[in-house]
């Protein structure tokens, strides 16, 4: 098995946390795994401290983090939880298609420590469904379901065309001929569109009762 499908095994550090997100500083928002069930749970902490930028502005005289933070560091241990189970992570990218039913509970401020759990709904091959609660010395301060989805890093290689209905190859074609170019550029086109478009293939409706993944998704 190549070493970039291996999950490392929890506990894991900062350093295996970077080479399964792409996330860097300032918005690396997990700082350790405790606990990892594949393709089921994953268990997080996020050290809150008075060094983080959004702090300066948020408030002055009344840091408190963010509540769209502690949903995006919900997403990343979700994140990190799909991505070890995908070999080729470094070509791919995680975007959300969804948030539903968040809720804050309690402000969370330098000095308190985020524990991050997230429990899987719904798996499918390049998506998923998930539901997070962080909690602050046993109190919930948020929780969330959020949909999440993965697409292709801009730049990366076109998959090989299928043949058209007249018959006719369409193919990426030889290195440096229109086939070729026309497939890269529709690659970065996708990859560079939108992220309201990119969810759009995730759904129609990802927070339909069933909690089902629509098959687009697959």
Known sequence: MPEASQTPQAP???QQIMRLLPHRYPFLLIDRVLEV?????IVCLKNVTANEPHFQGHFPDFPLMPGVLIIEAIAQAGGALLLSEIPDREGKLMVFTGIDSAKFRKPVT????????????NWRTTAVKMRGVATVDGKVACE???MCQLVPRPGNPAPTLTASASGSSTGAGAPGSPQAN???????AAASAPLAKQ??????DPLSDSNALPEAAV
């Open 12 to 14: 894991f550090d900062i």
């Open 37 to 41: 069930e594949p393709k089921q749970r």
């Open 110 to 121: 330098p000095g308190d420590q985020l524990r991050i759990e997230v429990t899987v709904l």
């Open 144 to 146: 969330a379901t959020v």
């Open 182 to 188: 026309l497939g890269s550029k529709a690659a970065l």
């Open 199 to 204: 969810g759009d293939a995730c759904q129609p």
